[in-house]
Antibody, heavy 116, light 103 residues
Framework: EVQLVESGGGLVQPGGSLRLSCAAS????????MNWVRQAPGKGLEWVSY????????YYADSVKGRFTISRDNAKNSLYLQMNSLRDEDTAVYYC?????????WGQGTLVTVSS | DIQMTQSPSSLSASVGDRVTITCRAS??????LNWYQQKPGKAPKLLIY???SLQSGVPSRFSGSGSGTDFTLTISSLQPEDFATYYC?????FGGGTKVEIK
């Protein structure tokens, strides 16, 4: 069974940093590209970042470019999102999701709250 | 960048109704269009991929159609468990969502 489990969310002050993790199981993690997608409270879905299976291709949404860094460790079946210079508007549930054109499996999400 | 526009943003319907949600892309995206269902407090669930292919395990009352810029998600007979928010997606662009509520 495919499972994606996010962790690392919490309360952080504006300007602070946080590192999210996504632990994958039930599939060959190294064969799949991965994404981070977020959802602000009461709002719609917003794609954040993409990383290919070998980490050779990485993309970011304009809203996080220069502040967030996506990475993965295929040996540990894990995906990461390093978030720096956090802003109030980064408050959201962050989901990891598998796939490229189609994201077929999603984790349950981890809540990041940016507030003073 | 491609923009995805969904309509309506919300609708009220009764159990057994036929429901149609539309999604329009700002430029042609061929058939690269997915539909998701999201219930409160839960992760999105893939319903339809490549515009019209039903994801494994999804009831056949859900169907998708369209290509190019205009796409449709249809629920042929709305069931109680279908009350949720639906999103279209093209790669890294999501539509704004359609909330389906009980009339």
């Amino acid at each position: 069974e495919v499972q994606l489990v996010e962790s690392g969310g919490g309360l952080v002050q504006p300007g602070g940093s946080l590192r999210l993790s996504c632990a994958a199981s039930g599939f060959t993690f190294s064969s799949y590209s991965m994404n981070w997608v977020r959802q602000a409270p009461g709002k719609g879905l917003e794609w954040v970042s993409y990383i290919s299976s070998s980490s050779s291709t990485i993309y970011y949404a304009d809203s996080v470019k220069g502040r967030f860094t996506i990475s993965r460790d295929n040996a540990k079946n894990s995906l990461y999102l390093q978030m720096n210079s956090l802003r109030d508007e980064d408050t959201a549930v962050y989901y990891c999701a598998r796939g490229t054109v189609t994201t077929d499996y999603w984790g349950q999400g981890t809540l990041v709250t940016v507030s003073s | 960048d491609i923009q995805m526009t969904q309509s309506p943003s919300s609708l009220s319907a009764s159990v057994g109704d036929r429901v149609t949600i539309t999604c329009r892309a700002s430029q042609s995206i061929s058939s690269y269009l997915n539909w998701y269902q999201q219930k409160p407090g839960k992760a999105p669930k893939l319903l339809i991929y490549a515009a019209s292919s039903l994801q494994s395990g999804v009831p056949s009352r859900f169907s998708g159609s369209g290509s190019g810029t205009d796409f449709t998600l249809t629920i042929s007979s709305l069931q109680p468990e279908d009350f949720a928010t639906y999103y279209c997606q093209q790669s890294w662009a999501f539509g704004g969502g359609t909330k389906v509520e009980i009339k």
